[in-house]
């Protein structure tokens, strides 16, 4: 049973686009929304992160925006380039669950020039 | 900048072979996982380990097993590998349990069984 659902499997967006990426979760004791990116060849980095008491968090082009009541929140990539083509995953973890991440599905995004 | 190495970047191995995939990190992180990526199914728990010696099972733990006998190095053992294991292995570390620590992941290994 997938506790974290990520839409859509791959995304294909122009250059200076905007790209979005969405995610639905299930247990309400979730209580930390990171995005990680992930280049080919390489392993998942940290990208950005939300809490839930707030509904938007923005770092330069990337934003999460966040829906507590609706459980659900996503990714905006603003102005896309192609450096950003790569997947990304949505997880969530709770407090006490020892640092412990559920993963979504992942996103493939492609970033045509 | 914490650096998660895994021993292979890719491997090949039979049906039935035991097999090791080691992953060290050089930040003196308490935390280490095992995921496995496959594609529409995002990161999966296989182990995880708090502590030298000690493991908890994760989502996906059957035909695998862990060792931790030092801090920096976390091992996953496939005991007698079979086709459906083959995948990408993800090793990841962190600082410690609270939820907001980052995990910090190796480059991975893609594993084919034959």
């Known amino acids: 049973q997938q506790q974290v659902k990520q839409s859509p499997q791959s995304l294909i967006v122009q250059k200076g686009g905007i790209s979005i990426i969405n995610c639905a979760y299930e247990?309400?004791?979730?209580?930390?929304f990171p995005w990680y990116q992930q280049f080919p060849g390489k392993g998942p980095a940290l990208l950005i992160a939300?809490?839930?008491?707030?509904s938007e968090k923005k770092e330069g082009r990337f934003t999460i925006s966040f829906n507590k009541s609706a459980k659900q929140f996503s990714l905006h990539i603003m102005d896309s380039q192609p450096g950003d083509s790569a997947t990304y995953f949505c997880?969530?973890?709770?407090?006490?669950?020892?640092?412990?991440?559920?993963f979504g599905g992942g996103t493939r995004l492609m970033v045509k020039p | 900048d914490v650096k998660v190495t895994q021993s292979s970047r890719y491997l090949v191995k039979r049906t039935g072979e035991k097999v090791f995939l080691e992953c060290v990190q050089d930040?003196?992180?308490?935390?280490m996982f095992w995921y496995r990526q496959d594609p529409g199914l995002g990161l999966r728990l296989i182990y995880f380990?708090?502590?030298?010696?000690?493991?908890e099972k994760g989502d996906i733990p059957e035909g695998y097993s862990v060792s931790r006998e030092k801090k920096e190095r976390f091992s996953l053992i496939l005991e007698s590998a079979s086709t459906n294991q083959t995948s990408m292995y993800l090793c990841?570390?962190?600082?410690?349990?609270?939820?907001?620590?980052?995990?910090?992941f190796g480059d991975g290994t893609r594993l084919s069984i034959l």
């Open positions: 990841a570390s962190s600082l410690g349990r609270l939820s907001y620590q980052p995990q910090h």
């Open positions: 247990n309400t004791a979730f209580d930390y």
């Open positions: 939300i809490r839930p008491d707030v």
């Open positions: 997880a969530a973890s709770k407090d006490n669950a020892g640092n412990m991440l559920t």
């Open positions: 930040m003196d992180h308490e935390n």
């Open positions: 380990s708090y502590d030298v010696k000690m493991k």
